[in-house]
């Protein structure tokens, strides 16, 4: 089988046989996007948004796209009589646990699926009993100067530890383009980055230096803010450590 996404290639990494994954998509050997980068580039056979005819070749006997795979690569595959499973869209952690159900019926592996979401359950827990800062009004801010709303994987973060996502509150519903006048408005106490780069632009910015004048920023690696998997719960406690030093100062 194969699959045409980080998030459910992450999840059947975790329930099915290795052997069983035949190909993977390239984004799946990026570390920027995946956290299994490293092992999955490790693997054989690498396909790019080019190589239908070497998915085709492959022969595999089960294909799972999104709800952002080409039109044109499913139908190549469904002409070619390969069965394909679309999976749609998930990015919200209940989603992301009735999806590994899922994926456990449709591979005959519905004890290891149910075991990983029971795992992510107790994870959960633990998670919540953290005392953050409930108080804590953050943002998450990208290099295309836009901020992340409700249903987006950084306003499950918030919702898992206890943040108040300022995005969110605001009416913002996925991700919107905004000014540096409306982050200053906002007054988030935590400004969240995925960019490096962006983290000392801000530091220069004429207005947002202000935002972020007692160092209120957190830089969190772009395969956790991203992740739309098991490692979900991992992205959440990720930036519950990140957050530690600054409840501790409050």
Known sequence: MIAHSVGVTEILWAIVP?????AFHQSCTNSSYCILAEQIAKQKNIFSARDTEKVIAWRPDLVFTVSYSSPNFVAALRNAGIRTVDLGYFSSLEAI???ILLLGKI??????????????????????????????????????????????TFDELCQIIGLTNLAKRAGIIGFK?????????????????????????????PLLKEAVKNHRLIYLEPRYLSAISQFTIAAANRLAFLMAPFCAKK
């Open 107 to 152: 591979t005959g592996q519905e004890a290891n699926a149910s075991d990983l979401v029971k795992k992510m359950n107790r994870y959960q827990r633990d998670l919540q009993k953290i005392k953050l800062c409930p108080s804590f009004r953050v943002l998450s801010y990208s290099s295309f100067r836009t901020v992340a709303g409700k249903g987006s």
């Open 177 to 205: 383009t905004v000014e540096a006048e409306w982050i200053l408005k906002q007054n988030p106490d935590i400004i969240v980055l995925s960019s490096r780069r962006l983290q000392q632009q801000i530091r220069h910015h």
């Open 18 to 22: 290795h052997k069983n994954l035949i």
């Open 97 to 99: 646990k009735k999806q």
